[in-house]
T-cell receptor
Framework: KNQVEQSPQSLIILEGKNCTLQ??????????LRWYKQDTGRGPVSLTI?????NTKSNGRYTATLDADTKQSSLHITASQLSDSASYIC?????????????FGRGTQLTVWP | EADIYQTPRYLVIGTGKKITLECSQT?????MYWYQQDPGMELHLIHY???????EKGDLSSESTVSRIRTEHFPLTLESARPSHTSQYLC???????????FGPGTRLTVL
């Protein structure tokens, strides 16, 4: 069964600290993996996208890694800010259909305290 | 910031009412989607469209219906709302190259 599991479910850190969010998936065949940021009451916004051949991708203070062999990805946030408080969702796309079916994780709820 | 809009943002209605959730995008994307999301849970695809006059049901069974008469417009309709329809509904569109989906702000629906 194709699944996307994220950990931790929630995380609280102090402003300025770093953190790493994890995503494990069983989706096959694999096409790409995206990390989205979803602010409370808003729609998700894409942060990074990685294909099979990419093992790291950065977007400002966000750095995503991908190990396609172990089917694991991580999102590292550097020097966290209050505005980083949000849900971070891992999304994996397969190549099994023209649509490129998306599998969503439940997200990690990050709270950054001052 | 993506140019995709949803109205209303919040809706509280009584059981049995007919409602339409609006979604519009100005990016010229052919593909559009509707997702349902409950608090703390993953997004579930309920409808999608490849283009004008094309609509398909998603993975999660839904009593809602959709239409795609114009490229930019993808409304979702519930003929008779029930409390079980209470949820957040997210609309998205994607471009052909990367298929990255751009999401609207969502409609929070509460059926009493």
């Amino acid at each position: 069964k194709n699944q996307v599991e994220q950990s931790p479910q929630s995380l609280i850190i102090l402003e300025g600290k770093n953190c790493t969010l994890q995503c494990n998936y069983t989706v096959s065949p694999f096409s790409n993996l995206r990390w989205y940021k979803q602010d409370t009451g808003r729609g998700p916004v894409s942060l990074t996208i990685m294909t099979f051949s990419e093992n790291t991708k950065s977007n400002g203070r966000y750095t995503a890694t991908l190990d396609a062999d172990t089917k694991q990805s991580s999102l590292h946030i550097t020097a966290s800010q209050l505005s980083d408080s949000a849900s971070y969702i891992c999304v994996v796309s397969d190549r099994g259909s023209t649509l490129g079916r998306l599998y969503f994780g439940r997200g990690t709820q990050l709270t950054v305290w001052p | 910031e993506a140019d995709i809009y949803q109205t209303p943002r919040y809706l509280v209605i009584g059981t049995g009412k007919k409602i339409t959730l609006e979604c519009s995008q100005t990016m010229g994307h052919d593909k559009m989607y509707w997702y349902q999301q409950d608090p703390g849970m993953e997004l579930h695809l309920i409808h999608y469209s490849y283009g004008v006059n094309s609509t398909e049901k998603g993975d999660l069974s839904s009593e809602s219906t959709v239409s795609r008469i114009r490229t930019e417009h993808f409304p979702l309709t519930l003929e008779s709302a029930r409390p079980s329809h209470t949820s957040q509904y997210l609309c998205a569109s994607s471009e052909g190259k990367t298929d990255t989906q751009y999401f609207g702000p969502g409609t929070r629906l509460t059926v009493l």
